[in-house]
C-alpha cells in the first residue's frame, strides 16, 4: 500500500469539490412555528470543503454544479463569489412556476434541551437534473487540479448524480488527482430514492475508486454495511471502535489509503465535544481529547 501522491507541481486548482448548492432557512434561535424571519446562507455538503478551504486557508478550490438562471440562483453565484471559489457550472432555466430549483434548507439551530430540526425542500432540484456528459472534465482538469472530491448528499440525490461522481473520479484519476469521498450518510434522503439497499450498492460502487474516505462509525454502518457496535451505547469520543471498523472497509476496499472523521459528543445543542481521528495507511492518528 502506497502513501497519497499529491501533486507537487502547479495546478490551477488546489481543490475541487462536485455536488449541489442549496440555500438555507435559518431563524437561528427561534423555532420555524414561532419565527417572523430567517437569515439565507449558501451551503452544500461537497460545496463547504472548498468554501471553508478558500475562505480559510486561500487555497485555489473550485465547484462543479447546477446552476439556475433565476433570482435564488443570482444569490448564490454572488455568494459562491466571496468565498474565491471559481464555479464550473450546468445552467438549467427556470419556468417561473415549477423550477428547476436551487433546493431549499430549513435549518432550526435549537436551544437547551430542545435539539435541532432539518428538513429540506428538493422538489424539481436543479442538482439531481445532472448526468454524465453534462461537464468538460477534460477542460476543467487542463491545468492541473490536485484533489477532487464528492460526497453521499450529492449521491443521494438521484440515480444519475451518483454517475456523475464517477464519471468525475475517472477524470480525477486519469489527471493524477487525489480522489476523495465523505459518506455523509442522511436516511431522509436515500429514503426517497430506495433506502439502504440503494445507499448500500451505490456507496460501495463509488468507495472501489477513491483514496480518501470520510465518515464516522454511522456513516460506515448505514452507507457501507460494514458491521459495527450499537452507536447508543458509547462516548461519542472512544476512537477505537472506529478503528476496529477501519479493518473491514479497508479489507472490502483495498484503494483506500486514509479514512478520517470527527467525533462529537452533544451535551447539549449548544454544548458539543469535539475530537478528529485518521487513519492513513495502517497508521492511527488521534486528536486530543476534552479531560
Given at each position: 500500500m502506497?502513501?497519497?501522491?499529491?501533486?507537487?507541481?502547479?495546478?490551477?486548482?488546489?481543490?475541487?469539490?462536485?455536488?449541489?448548492?442549496?440555500?438555507?432557512?435559518d431563524?437561528?434561535?427561534?423555532?420555524?412555528?414561532?419565527?417572523?424571519?430567517?437569515?439565507?446562507?449558501?451551503?452544500?455538503?461537497?460545496?463547504?470543503?472548498?468554501?471553508?478551504?478558500?475562505?480559510?486557508?486561500?487555497?485555489?478550490?473550485?465547484?462543479?454544479?447546477?446552476?439556475?438562471?433565476?433570482?435564488?440562483?443570482?444569490l448564490?453565484?454572488?455568494?459562491?463569489?466571496?468565498?474565491?471559489?471559481?464555479?464550473?457550472?450546468?445552467?438549467?432555466?427556470?419556468?417561473?412556476?415549477?423550477?428547476?430549483?436551487?433546493?431549499?434548507?430549513?435549518?432550526?439551530?435549537?436551544?437547551?434541551?430542545?435539539?435541532?430540526?432539518?428538513?429540506?425542500?428538493?422538489?424539481?432540484?436543479?442538482?439531481?437534473?445532472?448526468?454524465?456528459?453534462?461537464?468538460?472534465?477534460?477542460?476543467?482538469?487542463?491545468?492541473?487540479?490536485?484533489?477532487?472530491?464528492?460526497?453521499?448528499?450529492?449521491?443521494?440525490?438521484?440515480?444519475?448524480?451518483s454517475?456523475?461522481?464517477?464519471?468525475?473520479?475517472?477524470?480525477?484519476?486519469?489527471?493524477?488527482?487525489?480522489?476523495?469521498?465523505?459518506l455523509?450518510?442522511?436516511?431522509?434522503?436515500?429514503?426517497?430514492?430506495?433506502?439502504l439497499?440503494?445507499?448500500?450498492?451505490?456507496?460501495?460502487?463509488?468507495?472501489g475508486?477513491?483514496?480518501?474516505?470520510?465518515?464516522?462509525?454511522?456513516?460506515?454502518?448505514?452507507?457501507?454495511?460494514?458491521?459495527?457496535?450499537?452507536?447508543?451505547?458509547?462516548?461519542?469520543?472512544?476512537?477505537?471502535?472506529?478503528?476496529?471498523?477501519?479493518?473491514?472497509?479497508?479489507?472490502?476496499?483495498?484503494?483506500?489509503?486514509?479514512?478520517?472523521?470527527?467525533?462529537?459528543?452533544?451535551?447539549?445543542?449548544?454544548?458539543?465535544?469535539?475530537?478528529?481521528?485518521?487513519?492513513?495507511?495502517?497508521?492511527?492518528?488521534?486528536?486530543?481529547?476534552?479531560?
Amino acid at each position: 500500500m502506497t502513501g497519497l501522491n499529491i501533486r507537487k507541481g502547479p495546478c490551477a486548482l488546489d481543490f475541487l469539490a462536485l455536488g449541489a448548492l442549496v440555500h438555507r432557512l435559518d431563524p437561528g434561535v427561534i423555532p420555524f412555528r414561532k419565527a417572523r424571519s430567517v437569515e439565507i446562507h449558501v451551503s452544500g455538503g461537497e460545496y463547504n470543503v472548498a468554501a471553508n478551504l478558500a475562505d480559510c486557508f486561500r487555497l485555489r478550490t473550485g465547484i462543479a454544479t447546477a446552476m439556475v438562471n433565476y433570482g435564488i440562483g443570482e444569490l448564490v453565484q454572488t455568494r459562491v463569489r466571496e468565498t474565491g471559489v471559481t464555479p464550473f457550472y450546468k445552467w438549467y432555466e427556470h419556468d417561473g412556476v415549477r423550477g428547476p430549483n436551487i433546493a431549499t434548507v430549513y435549518s432550526d439551530r435549537g436551544q437547551g434541551v430542545r435539539p435541532p430540526v432539518v428538513f429540506y425542500n428538493r422538489a424539481n432540484e436543479a442538482g439531481a437534473l445532472l448526468k454524465p456528459g453534462d461537464f468538460d472534465w477534460a477542460g476543467i482538469f487542463a491545468g492541473g487540479v490536485r484533489w477532487f472530491h464528492s460526497g453521499g448528499i450529492f449521491a443521494s440525490l438521484s440515480a444519475t448524480t451518483s454517475e456523475v461522481i464517477l464519471e468525475g473520479m475517472a477524470a480525477a484519476k486519469a489527471a493524477g488527482a487525489v480522489i476523495s469521498f465523505d459518506l455523509n450518510f442522511r436516511a431522509k434522503l436515500w429514503a426517497s430514492v430506495g433506502g439502504l439497499d440503494r445507499a448500500h450498492q451505490v456507496l460501495r460502487r463509488i468507495a472501489g475508486s477513491v483514496d480518501a474516505l470520510i465518515g464516522n462509525e454511522e456513516d460506515l454502518q448505514k452507507g457501507l454495511g460494514i458491521a459495527g457496535p450499537d452507536l447508543a451505547a458509547r462516548s461519542g469520543l472512544d476512537p477505537e471502535t472506529f478503528f476496529q471498523m477501519i479493518d473491514r472497509v479497508v479489507e472490502q476496499h483495498p484503494n483506500i489509503k486514509l479514512v478520517g472523521t470527527t467525533l462529537r459528543e452533544v451535551h447539549s445543542s449548544n454544548r458539543h465535544d469535539w475530537a478528529a481521528v485518521l487513519w492513513l495507511n495502517g497508521q492511527r492518528y488521534v486528536s486530543p481529547t476534552p479531560a
